[in-house]
């Protein structure tokens, strides 16, 4: 029969509180990291991407953090809004290969 | 504009009947995937394309073969789809220079909901 999918983890935040999500990856020779934003029935919308001779790399409301000692991605949000509710997913790139980690879940209350 | 297009946003087949989806694009990049996304998963990669390399993952069923006859073009082909190829299918490119204000270079399609009945 069919799996069960996953359930993915869910991280609730006030509108206006700052949110982060975390993101582990597995190949140590990945060199490019990317954040995609997923609302529902649509495809993955690029939100931030960061090279891996790079530890931080900041853009409009949101920062990536690259911590390659233990393999680990976080995404901030700043001011979070009800319109950044959606699914976050990190992936990472490897040659031509892109692979996506676990997703998190945003629900922004107001 | 769409830059990536998926056709059709929605499919319905019926079990063991072949199907396949489509994928374009205006970006003239030479990589193209093909992921498999179903409910409160991440998307997982089927195959890519290098230019007209293939690239199959080493756990992807027999069962879905892909087609590029050319840069522009990639398609997804499901031999007999089961209750369980039910899912969202989504395509991607990418090229070695992306938007320099931006430096996005992987763009994805609005996917294809595939349903099996």
């Known amino acids: 029969g069919e799996s069960v999918g996953l359930h993915l983890p869910t991280l609730s935040v006030q509108e206006g509180d700052n949110s982060i999500i975390n993101c582990a990856y597995s190949?140590?020779?990945?060199?490019?990291f990317i954040w995609y934003k997923q609302e529902s029935g649509k495809g993955p919308q690029f939100i931030i991407d960061?090279?891996?001779?790079?530890d931080k790399r900041q853009g409009q409301r949101v920062t990536v953090l690259l911590n390659k000692t233990v393999k680990h991605l976080s995404l901030q949000i700043a001011a979070t809004q009800p319109g950044d509710s959606a699914v976050y997913f990190c992936?990472?790139?490897?040659?031509?290969?892109?692979?996506f980690g676990a997703g998190t879940i945003l629900r922004v209350k107001s | 504009d769409a830059m990536v297009i998926q056709n059709p946003r929605y499919q319905v087949t019926q079990f063991g009947k072949p199907v396949t989806l489509s994928c374009s694009q205006t970006?003239?990049?030479?990589?193209m995937y093909w992921y498999q996304q179903k409910s409160s998963q991440a998307p997982k990669l089927l195959f890519h394309?290098?230019?007209?390399?293939?690239?199959n993952e080493a756990d992807t069923p027999d069962n879905f073969q892909s087609r590029r006859p050319n840069t522009s073009f990639c398609f997804l082909d499901i031999r007999s789809p089961g209750l369980g190829d039910a899912a969202m299918y989504l395509c991607?490119?990418?090229?070695?220079?992306?938007?320099?204000?931006?430096?996005?270079?992987?763009?994805f399609g609005s996917g294809t909901q595939l349903s099996v009945l």
């Open positions: 960061i090279r891996s001779n790079m």
């Open positions: 991607a490119t990418s090229g070695p220079r992306g938007i320099p204000a931006t430096n996005e270079k992987l763009f």
């Open positions: 190949n140590s020779a990945s060199d490019y």
């Open positions: 394309y290098y230019d007209k390399d293939f690239n």
């Open positions: 970006l003239n990049h030479n990589v």
């Open positions: 992936a990472d790139l490897y040659g031509n290969k892109l692979v």
